[in-house]
C-alpha cells in the first residue's frame, strides 16, 4: 500500500504486533490487575500456612470481607458522583447501639427472635438513614462541602453512640450469635444477605438511569444539570443510600457480636475508601466500577487476615495497606486516558 504521493506507507509497529497491543491492555486493565495480585495473595499466605485455605478460615474471610463490603460500596457511590462521606464509620456505631437498645427492649417483653432481628435492622438502616439526610441537607441546602459535612456527622455520630452506650456494649443476645455461624458451605446467612444486596446495588449502579447519572454528575455536574438532571436530589439520595449501608452494617456488627458495640466501625471509612481507591475508583468523580471495590475489599481482607494468620504483628497492616495504594494509585495513572472504566 501507498499514501497519495506514492510513498509506500509503514504499517505502525502496534499494528504489526497486535499481540502486543493486547498486551498492554490486559495489563492496563486494573480489574484483571486486582484479581492476579488478590489470586498471589492466596496462594503465598497459602504457601505459608496450609490451615489458610480450611473451609472455616475461608468462611472467616468472607465474613471480614461482608464487614468492609458494604461500606465499600457506599463509598463507591459517594465518591463516583464526586463527594465523599467520612461519617459510615460512626454511623454503624450508632446505629448499632441504638438498634440494640431496640432489640433489647423487645427481648424484654419476650418478643420472638426472628422479629427481634427483624425490627433491629429496619431500625438500624433507619438510624443510618437519618444520618444520610443529615449528611445531604448539610450538602445540598447548607452548602458544606462533603469533606467537612461528613467530618461532622463523623465526629457527632462517634460521641452520640459513647453517650447512649455509657462506653459499654449494649445488650447480649447469643440467639443472634448463634444464627450468624450457619449456614451453607463456607457462607453463613448473614453474608450472603450481604452480597445479595452487593449485586443489586452493583446492578443498579451499572445498568439503570440512576447509576448512569451518577457517572454524569460526577463527570461535569454543570453538564449533569444542563441534560436535565436534577443534581441536589440526586446527590441527597446518594448520602441517604449511604447511610442506610452504614446502618445495615451496624446491625451486621450486632449479629456478629450479640451486643451494639460503640465502636464497631469507628474507622472503617478509611477502610472502605482504601478499598475504593485499590479498585480504581477516581477520587474526582465519574469514572469506576464496583467490580473494582469488590476486588480492593477482597484484596485487604486476605491482607489483613493472612498477616495475622502468618504471625505478623498487626501493626504492619497498615503499613502494607499503604503501599497497595500506593500502587493502585500508580497503576490508575497508568490507564489510557483513565477512561472507559464506568462503562
Given at each position: 500500500?501507498s499514501d497519495?504521493?506514492?510513498?509506500?506507507?509503514?504499517?505502525?509497529?502496534?499494528?504489526?504486533?497486535p499481540?502486543?497491543?493486547?498486551?498492554r491492555?490486559?495489563?492496563?486493565?486494573?480489574?484483571?490487575?486486582?484479581?492476579?495480585?488478590?489470586?498471589?495473595?492466596?496462594?503465598?499466605?497459602?504457601?505459608?500456612?496450609s490451615r489458610f485455605?480450611?473451609?472455616?478460615?475461608?468462611?472467616?474471610?468472607?465474613?471480614?470481607?461482608?464487614?468492609?463490603?458494604l461500606l465499600?460500596?457506599?463509598?463507591?457511590?459517594?465518591?463516583?458522583?464526586?463527594g465523599?462521606?467520612?461519617?459510615?464509620?460512626?454511623?454503624?456505631?450508632?446505629?448499632g447501639?441504638?438498634?440494640?437498645?431496640?432489640?433489647?427492649?423487645l427481648a424484654?417483653h419476650?418478643?420472638?427472635?426472628?422479629?427481634?432481628?427483624?425490627?433491629?435492622?429496619v431500625?438500624?438502616?433507619?438510624?443510618?438513614g437519618?444520618?444520610?439526610?443529615l449528611?445531604?441537607?448539610?450538602?445540598?441546602?447548607?452548602n458544606?462541602v462533603?469533606?467537612?459535612?461528613?467530618?461532622?456527622?463523623?465526629?457527632?455520630?462517634?460521641?452520640?453512640?459513647?453517650?447512649?452506650?455509657r462506653?459499654?456494649?449494649?445488650?447480649s443476645?447469643?440467639?443472634?450469635?448463634?444464627?450468624?455461624?450457619?449456614?451453607?458451605?463456607?457462607?453463613?446467612?448473614?453474608?450472603?444477605?450481604?452480597?445479595?444486596?452487593?449485586?443489586?446495588?452493583?446492578?443498579?449502579?451499572?445498568?439503570?438511569?440512576?447509576?448512569?447519572?451518577?457517572?454524569?454528575?460526577?463527570?461535569?455536574?454543570?453538564?449533569?444539570?444542563v441534560?436535565?438532571?436534577?443534581?441536589?436530589?440526586?446527590?441527597?439520595?446518594?448520602?441517604?443510600?449511604?447511610?442506610?449501608?452504614?446502618?445495615?452494617?451496624?446491625?451486621?456488627?450486632?449479629?456478629?457480636?450479640?451486643?451494639?458495640?460503640?465502636?464497631?466501625?469507628?474507622?472503617?471509612?478509611?477502610n472502605?475508601?482504601?478499598?475504593?481507591?485499590?479498585?480504581?475508583?477516581?477520587?474526582?468523580?465519574?469514572?469506576g466500577?464496583?467490580?473494582?471495590?469488590?476486588?480492593?475489599?477482597?484484596?485487604?481482607?486476605?491482607?489483613t487476615d493472612?498477616?495475622i494468620?502468618?504471625?505478623?504483628?498487626?501493626?504492619w497492616?497498615?503499613?502494607?495497606?499503604?503501599?497497595?495504594?500506593?500502587?493502585a494509585?500508580?497503576?490508575?495513572?497508568?490507564?489510557?486516558?483513565?477512561?472507559?472504566?464506568?462503562?
Amino acid at each position: 500500500m501507498s499514501d497519495a504521493g506514492g510513498m509506500p506507507r509503514v504499517r505502525p509497529r502496534e499494528d504489526r504486533v497486535p499481540w502486543a497491543r493486547r498486551v498492554r491492555a490486559t495489563i492496563a486493565n486494573q480489574q484483571f490487575v486486582l484479581f492476579v495480585v488478590l489470586v498471589a495473595l492466596l496462594v503465598f499466605f497459602g504457601s505459608q500456612n496450609s490451615r489458610f485455605f480450611t473451609t472455616a478460615e475461608f468462611t472467616n474471610l468472607i465474613i471480614d470481607f461482608c464487614g468492609l463490603i458494604l461500606l465499600a460500596v457506599a463509598e463507591t457511590y459517594v465518591i463516583i458522583s464526586g463527594g465523599i462521606d467520612l461519617s459510615v464509620g460512626s454511623t454503624v456505631a450508632i446505629s448499632g447501639v441504638v438498634g440494640a437498645f431496640a432489640m433489647e427492649t423487645l427481648a424484654s417483653h419476650h418478643v420472638g427472635e426472628v422479629a427481634i432481628l427483624l425490627v433491629g435492622t429496619v431500625v438500624c438502616a433507619g438510624i443510618g438513614g437519618a444520618v444520610g439526610v443529615l449528611n445531604a441537607v448539610l450538602i445540598t441546602k447548607a452548602n458544606l462541602v462533603p469533606f467537612v459535612a461528613t467530618l461532622v456527622t463523623l465526629s457527632a455520630g462517634a460521641g452520640m453512640a459513647l453517650v447512649f452506650s455509657r462506653g459499654a456494649d449494649v445488650g447480649s443476645n447469643p440467639a443472634a450469635i448463634s444464627w450468624s455461624a450457619t449456614g451453607a458451605w463456607i457462607f453463613t446467612w448473614e453474608s450472603m444477605i450481604v452480597i445479595a444486596i452487593t449485586i443489586v446495588l452493583s446492578l443498579v449502579l451499572h445498568f439503570t438511569a440512576y447509576g448512569r447519572y451518577n457517572f454524569a454528575i460526577g463527570s461535569n455536574a454543570f453538564a449533569a444539570r444542563v441534560a436535565g438532571i436534577d443534581v441536589r436530589r440526586h446527590v441527597a439520595s446518594v448520602y441517604v443510600v449511604a447511610g442506610v449501608l452504614a446502618g445495615l452494617t451496624g446491625m451486621f456488627f450486632y449479629i456478629r457480636l450479640g451486643a451494639g458495640a460503640p465502636t464497631s466501625g469507628i474507622g472503617d471509612e478509611l477502610n472502605a475508601i482504601a478499598a475504593v481507591v485499590i479498585g480504581g475508583v477516581s477520587l474526582v468523580g465519574g469514572v469506576g466500577v464496583m467490580t473494582g471495590t469488590i476486588l480492593g475489599a477482597m484484596i485487604l481482607t486476605v491482607v489483613t487476615d493472612g498477616l495475622i494468620f502468618i504471625n505478623i504483628q498487626p501493626t504492619w497492616n497498615q503499613v502494607v495497606v499503604g503501599a497497595i495504594i500506593a500502587l493502585a494509585v500508580v497503576l490508575q495513572s497508568l490507564r489510557p486516558g483513565r477512561q472507559g472504566a464506568s462503562a
